[in-house]
């Protein structure tokens, strides 16, 4: 029995979810997998509602599940970030869900704004350190709101956070067994302190998997190449901003937010499985967002929770009901958001 917590969120977010459950439970079927699912109403309703972005004692309730499967959180009333850092961060840093695992793979008969690139172009994993970085919110303001206002936001690296990053890095590129192949992305030119720390640790690991080919790239040159060759890449690991701008990035050219999805892994503990688009309010209650990002973040979870035969069949699903549509963009895909579900939960 696997207790799941879900959390719909916002916007199309509920929508979404409601089709990666129906794939989740057809699988179920399928692969005498019980699970236990329990649905929380944290999000910009609740909020609006309460004052309170999570309730207290949540964090620790949500320790007792094997996983979190979250829709999506963002509303058109509530202030940007309110949300974001009082969910999604929160989240991240007190469940110490210290990765975040980024696919980005071109699916069969899903367009690339690549000119002359197929799916056996774009295959490569973006593992980016999640809990350090800028997003600690270590800084402040001095003199906030007059002409001499300074602003500070310092860049965190432990080497506990870097060190348990790219060993995860480094045994994801060996059980992946694709090229063995993983890059560093950082800025070692210019960061000379932060990411300092993150070259030495990458190379001493690197001492220790004699059977991975290590590489190294400038952000601003990997996202150059993961334009122009991103067969290049297996898998790259890389600090957290610099991880939170190159996946976007990688999620248009595997297709667009409608096929992307992400983990939040804490491999000893908790993770948080998700489609990394929006809630995409304009969109909510149409019918016409597309739901295979959600079914893949589910896909990720099975994966996660070692379900691997379960999690395979879902993607073989998936790719068989991919070619079914006409596009992965919201509304153009010639099936609404319930009918792309019962193509997954059917083809299982």
């Not at 480094?170 to 950082?186: D, G, Q, S, V, Y």
């Not at 297996?234 to 992400?262: E, H, K, R, Y």
Request: charged fraction near 25%; include cysteine.
């Amino acid at each position: 029995m696997y207790k799941i917590a879900v959390i719909p969120g916002d916007g199309t977010g509920p929508e979404v979810v409601r089709e990666g459950l129906k794939v989740l439970k057809r699988a179920g079927e399928k692969f005498k997998i019980a699970f236990q699912f329990t649905e929380l109403d944290y999000g910009g309703e609740r909020y609006l509602r309460t004052g309170e972005t999570l309730p207290a004692g949540a964090v620790e309730a949500l320790r007792g599940f094997q996983a979190i499967y979250l829709g999506a959180v963002g509303h058109p009333d509530v202030k940007p970030g309110i949300l974001e850092t009082g969910i999604l961060l929160r989240l991240r840093f007190e469940l110490d869900q210290y990765i975040n695992l980024r696919p980005v793979k071109l699916y069969p008969n899903v367009e690339t704004p690549l000119a002359g690139k197929g799916p056996q172009d774009i295959d490569f994993v973006v593992i980016r350190e999640n809990t350090e970085d800028l997003y600690v919110g270590v800084g402040g303001f001095f003199k906030k709101g007059t002409p001499d206002e300074v602003a500070m936001q310092e860049m965190v690296a432990t080497r506990k956070g870097v060190e348990r990053c790219v060993r995860f890095a480094f045994e994801f590129t060996r059980k992946r067994n694709r090229r063995r192949k993983l890059t560093l992305c950082a800025k070692t030119n210019v960061l000379t302190y932060a990411h300092d720390l993150w070259w030495r640790v990458f190379n001493e690991a690197a001492a220790e998997y004699p059977d991975i080919q290590t590489d190294y790239a400038h952000v601003d040159a990997t996202t150059m190449w993961m334009v122009k060759n991103p067969e290049w890449f297996d898998v790259i690991v890389t600090p957290n901003m610099f991880g939170d701008i190159i996946t976007d990035l990688g999620a248009m050219i595997q297709g667009g937010m409608g096929v992307a999805a992400g983990g939040n892994i804490n491999p000893q503990g908790v993770s948080m499985f998700e489609p990394i688009g929006g809630s995409a309010p304009k969109y909510t209650g149409k019918g016409l967002i597309n739901p295979i990002a959600a079914i893949l973040a589910a896909q990720m979870m099975l994966e996660q929770l070692g379900e691997s035969e379960a999690a395979n069949a879902v993607e073989r699903s998936v790719v068989a009901a991919i070619a079914r549509m006409k596009s992965m963009a919201a509304g153009r895909m010639g099936y609404s958001t319930s009918e792309v579900g019962d193509l997954v939960a059917a083809g299982l």
